[in-house]
T-cell receptor, first 115, second 112 residues
Framework: AQTVTQSQPEMSVQEAETVTLSCTYDTSENNYYLFWYKQPPSRQMILVIRQEAYKQQNATENRFSVNFQKAAKSFSLKISDSQLGDTAMYFCAFMKQGGSEKLVFGKGTKLTVNP | NAGVTQTPKFRVLKTGQSMTLLCAQD?????MYWYRQDPGMGLRLIHYSVGEGTTAKGEVPDGYNVSRLKKQNFLLGLESAAPSQTSVYFC???????????FGPGTRLTVL
């Protein structure tokens, strides 16, 4: 079974600074997808970024980028120029390619952006 | 285009009562999912469906039943609620297993 570990229960950052959230996962699969979801206080789950394991290039979405290290099974999220609206829970998630169509989530990291 | 909606948003039950949570999506998605979110646990998959008339068990299916009679609806049932089922329940849908899952706003359920 796959597991996802987020080792930082809480983090804080000053507005406009950069912060990196850590995620590691355990799998014997070679083909899979990785995701970062954001959950603000409104409770709505919002997809931040997605990475296909077969792609060597790290995914980027505006101020959000990932550092995907397949051999190390590491998938960290970097938020640049942090904004107050980035305050939220962030969940790392894994999906095996083919068959399961299921997301396995980490326990989350609570990020607070301070003014 | 409402996306994924969930009914109700809040509910309080007594132990042993039954209820059904309704999830509806208007994006013509094939796949639908039910998750529960507990403090410090992240989201865990309860049941899912890969198409109308199909259902499958997820990670924590015990105590729940589901039905997918129509493509746009996915129902989650609790036959005899227990305090351990106090949680926030999320429904999600996706076009296929590899696509982004779109989440509903959640239902906060308390079982006394």
């Amino acid at each position: 079974a796959q597991t996802v570990t987020q080792s930082q229960p809480e983090m804080s950052v000053q507005e406009a600074e950069t912060v990196t959230l850590s995620c590691t996962y355990d799998t014997s699969e070679n083909n899979y997808y990785l995701f970062w979801y954001k959950q603000p206080p409104s409770r709505q789950m919002i997809l931040v970024i997605r990475q296909e394991a077969y792609k060597q290039q790290n995914a980027t979405e505006n101020r959000f980028s990932v550092n995907f290290q397949k051999a190390a099974k590491s998938f960290s999220l970097k938020i640049s120029d942090s904004q107050l609206g980035d305050t939220a829970m962030y969940f790392c998630a894994f999906m095996k390619q083919g068959g399961s169509e299921k997301l396995v989530f980490g326990k989350g990291t609570k990020l607070t952006v301070n003014p | 285009n409402a996306g994924v909606t969930q009914t109700p948003k809040f509910r309080v039950l007594k132990t042993g009562q039954s209820m059904t949570l309704l999830c509806a999506q208007d994006m013509n998605h094939e796949y639908m999912y039910w998750y529960r979110q507990d403090p410090g646990m992240g989201l865990r998959l309860i049941h899912y469906s890969v198409g109308e008339g199909t259902t499958a068990k997820g990670e924590v299916p015990d105590g729940y039943n589901v039905s997918r009679l129509k493509k746009q609806n996915f129902l989650l049932g609790l036959e005899s609620a227990a305090p351990s089922q106090t949680s926030v329940y999320f429904c999600a849908s996706s076009a296929s297993g590899y696509n982004e899952q779109f989440f509903g706003p959640g239902t906060r359920l308390t079982v006394l």
